[in-house]
């Protein structure tokens, strides 16, 4: 028996680690990869201009110098096209509607947000939360991925044991619970269908069940 449990504990302690090393690993591959296969697009397709320019001056790796170059300038559009409201609306409604539908795209875009965003408050998909829906005690896990609005906060809840695809939810802040747990942790409780989502439970219990009561005796009364 003892040995059968030791075995047990190896077992789950080999497959936590290895899965939380592959959620580390794994978008940052995803994001090197896309990155290689878009300055080889936009090389192919600008082979014919470098070739000329190469004949009045002779630069080594000039494709990939004037890919860089237009992907940055094509980023920098179209992140100034979103700032304007027109653009902001074409692309919530683009995303929710088709892009978050695309498995691995929420994962990708929260790997690449956690790279290049320091403030926690800003950062998606780095908060951990426990939400409500349809006023009742059901609790969801999810991470906020958009905290600006006043009213709602935007969570993506993942869909267990594959934590690349999932719902995104507009929650109103009073049905939003922070927890203090990493991303990583959390995460490893989708992959193995929420084994270990009591660590989460108690830490709802502990921070916030004591106000909800006093809430609930204030309503009475």
């Known amino acids: 028996m ?21 959620l580390v690993i794994l978008p940052v591959v995803i994001i090197l990869w896309a990155f290689n296969m878009l300055v080889k697009f ?12 190469n004949k ?8 990939e110098i004037i890919s860089a170059i237009v992907i940055v300038v094509i980023c920098f559009l179209v992140g100034l096209a979103v700032r304007t ?17 695309i498995p ?8 690449i947000n956690q790279l290049i965003s320091t403030d926690k408050k800003t950062k998606p998909f780095s908060q951990v939360v426990l939400f409500k829906l349809f006023n009742n005690d059901v609790l969801l896990t999810g991470v906020i ?10 969570i993506f809840c993942a869909t267990a044991p594959n934590p690349t695809s999932g719902f ?11 927890i203090d747990e990493t991303v990583e942790d959390t995460m490893r409780t989708v992959l193995s269908g929420g084994f270990g989502s009591n ?6 219990l502990a921070k916030y069940s004591k106000n909800e009561e006093s809430n609930e005796k204030e309503n009475s009364l």
């Open 199 to 204: 660590a989460l439970i108690n830490k709802y």
């Open 85 to 101: 409201k027109l653009g902001n609306w074409i692309h919530i409604n683009v995303e929710e509607k088709i892009l978050t539908k």
């Open 168 to 178: 995104i939810y507009h929650v109103p802040r009073e049905h939003v619970y922070e």
């Open 2 to 22: 003892e040995k059968n449990e030791k075995k047990k504990r190896v077992k789950k302690f080999f497959t936590t680690t290895l899965m939380g090393g592959l």
């Open 56 to 63: 009045f001056i002779n630069v080594k790796y000039l494709p």
């Open 42 to 53: 936009v090389v192919s397709n600008i082979t014919p201009v470098t070739m000329i320019v």
């Open 104 to 111: 691995g795209y929420s994962m990708v875009k929260g790997a």
């Open 145 to 154: 991925t958009d905290d600006e609005d006043e009213d709602y906060v935007t």
